[in-house]
T-cell receptor
Framework: GAGVSQSPSNKVTEKGKDVELRCDPI?????LYWYRQSLGQGLEFLIY????????KSGLPSDRFSAERTGGSVSTLTIQRTQQEDSAVYLC????????????FGQGTRLTVV | AQKVTQAQTEISVVEKEDVTLDCVYE???????LFWYKQPPSGELVFLIR??????QNEISGRYSWNFQKSTSSFNFTITASQVVDSAVYFC??????????????FGRGTSLIVHP
């Protein structure tokens, strides 16, 4: 696609429910990143994919968070048993791959846990 | 470990004033990249500039200019004659090469710039 696409743009969920956030990277980009932006905070790195594998998942805050990527394209970030502190904007970015330094960001998914 | 500090949480100026956004970074690598991104109210991060660690030349693009000083580990961003449309959150970021040649940006907390008419 022309840019990084994320869906949904907004999600309100009840505490304890599971949510799935989707990221569709720029066509041909092999690297994909997930970040979390909490109110008043910077961007917190969550996980990085190169192709379908995740060589760096060091930023996932707990085992309630998981992510996968299939076909070297779309990625899904899943949060199980959501908590109120999970409320944030989840941003996805993609880049051309190894050696590429510029990441292109989507508009994010605003998650609100009530 | 890499780290980026943006000490200014919020800056408020009146249109046409010049404003400088500070960024200080920490890294052990000799090869790294520095970035500035703009995040307008719409939420999407917009890439503004990338510098590599071997190029300390200052850069000017229209009303924007960047001052990279390795001696002080700083990469400051100046907007000349600010405009209301410059109101946004600005993020400084640092990338080092990791295994496999990947670059994963580390971001500062951002500086919210408010330009009043």
């Amino acid at each position: 696609g022309a840019g990084v696409s994320q869906s949904p743009s907004n999600k309100v969920t009840e505490k304890g429910k599971d949510v799935e956030l989707r990221c569709d990277p720029i066509s041909g980009h092999t690297a994909l990143y997930w970040y979390r932006q909490s109110l008043g905070q910077g961007l917190e790195f969550l996980i990085y994919f190169q192709g379908n594998s995740a060589p760096d998942k060091s930023g996932l805050p707990s085992d309630r968070f998981s992510a996968e990527r299939t076909g070297g394209s779309v990625s899904t970030l899943t949060i199980q048993r959501t908590q109120q502190e999970d409320s944030a904007v989840y941003l996805c970015a993609s880049s051309k791959g190894p050696g590429s330094t510029e990441a292109f960001f989507g508009q994010g998914t605003r998650l609100t846990v009530v | 470990a890499q780290k980026v500090t943006q000490a200014q949480t919020e800056i408020s100026v009146v249109e046409k004033e010049d404003v400088t956004l500070d960024c200080v970074y920490e890294t052990r690598d000799t090869t790294y990249y520095l970035f500035w991104y703009k995040q307008p109210p719409s939420g999407e991060l917009v890439f503004l500039i990338r510098r590599n660690s071997f190029d300390e030349q200052n850069e000017i693009s229209g009303r924007y200019s960047w001052n990279f000083q390795k001696s002080t580990s700083s990469f400051n961003f100046t907007i000349t004659a600010s405009q209301v449309v410059d109101s946004a959150v600005y993020f400084c970021a640092l990338s080092e090469a990791r295994l496999g040649g990947s670059y994963i940006p580390t971001f500062g907390r951002g500086t919210s710039l408010i330009v009043h008419p």
